[in-house]
DNA sequence: GGCCACCCGTGACATTTGTCCCGGGCCCGG
DNA sequence: CCGGGCCCGGGACAAATGTCACGGGTGGCC
């Protein structure tokens, strides 16, 4: 019996994973949480063998916890579950020590042997995915330049970015044009926006 | 048995719904699309009773097949599924005449349950979500000034947006302007984000 | 017909934004 | 110890953005 561990906001996808998952003969879910700050707790709990998470979750994201669920439970094995295949979750997640990387399209058949494959030790990528990743590239942007992109969304201004970050508005539009040079873009928004695309917070 | 037509774009949520429905004793999926341009044919072929559909789907909003779907085939029911309960979408949905409207939270047990009742003539809206959509007012926006917030989004220049639009920038800016205003935001990645939180696109 | 809302455009103006240059400090690796 | 990278700031400048006032055109409604 495969003791599983569902970690997904939606709750409506939750609720269908976990009847879904429910149905296998030998996996039996053993938590279900909606917040990435649960999971950690909930695992050291229940003690899973395999940990399906999302990234995108209230609190921590599921990388985050990923990372931390290696670190303390390493007989337990992570497989990550997202909406959105961007290249630089993809490596965040192999750097984090998951074993598998799902995106929410394709058939919820793949999803069952997923979780029995990364439990036998393989490791379950999507092929282009990996592909994408690779030619990539690493993150270009600095730990700086990701803090003031990320105070970016939503239409803050300069002066509510330095705030946020405690930063001299100057320092800010440095930074700010420095992310735009490197993501190849011609303002603020399209920086956030390939940042995002491509995982890169 | 309740003949069900199923819209949504996300593969997994799509084949976990459609699995979870079809245990469903009266109910039967007669089609399953993940195109919005889909719907409307699938539906004339298939004749559901019911169609569950998502708001954001490639090709037509889920919102402009409901309004098409009811004027073509009356006795279908429309339920929409969406993700963000924003009440500019409610105020559309009801509408375009839509008999219910969930979100993606909540239990999926509501969900069955759901198509029954809108069968039956009620109606199933969340109490919480009709009272934002009364209180939030309808949409304040101008149709140009939604075409040109709409183009704004993802970054684009002044010169983009004018080109995408076949405007003078000059007028561009205007209608960016009285956007501004009327969402009572301070520049345009504000204002694209409140239309966008209250369904106004 | 007059009112009103929306459409489209111009010109002028202050502010914000993006760029490039400069300074200094810190720490790590060669 | 001397780069080289990242951190943090400043100044100056061109370009983009947001605001306001102003034209004129259309169509609906009383």
Not at 48 to 71: H, K, M, Q, T, Y
Request: hydrophobic share 50%; charged share 25%.
């Amino acid at each position: 019996m495969i003791k599983l561990l569902l970690a997904e906001d939606q709750g409506m996808m939750r609720g269908a994973l976990a009847l879904l998952l429910g149905l296998e003969e030998d996996i039996e879910i053993v938590a279900q949480v909606g917040d990435g700050d649960e999971i950690v707790p909930k695992a050291l709990e229940t003690r899973p063998d395999v940990a399906l998470l999302d990234i995108e979750l209230p609190g921590r994201s599921g990388l985050d916890a990923a990372a931390d669920l290696r670190a303390r439970m390493p007989h337990c094995q992570v497989l990550i579950l997202t909406t959105f295949g961007r290249p630089g979750y993809l490596r965040r997640a192999m750097e984090a020590g998951a074993a598998g990387f799902l995106v929410k399209d394709g058939p919820v058949e793949d999803l069952a042997a997923a979780i029995r494959r990364v439990l036998a030790g393989e490791r379950v990528i999507d092929p282009a995915l990996a592909a994408a990743a690779l030619s990539a590239g690493p993150n270009p942007l600095t730990q700086r330049e990701r803090d003031v992109l990320a105070a970016a969304v939503d239409g803050a201004t300069v002066a509510d970015i330095a705030s946020k970050v405690h930063l001299s508005p100057a320092t800010v539009r440095n930074y700010l044009s420095a992310a735009i040079g490197k993501t190849q873009t011609r303002n603020r928004m399209e920086a956030v926006r390939a940042a995002r695309q491509n995982g890169w917070l």
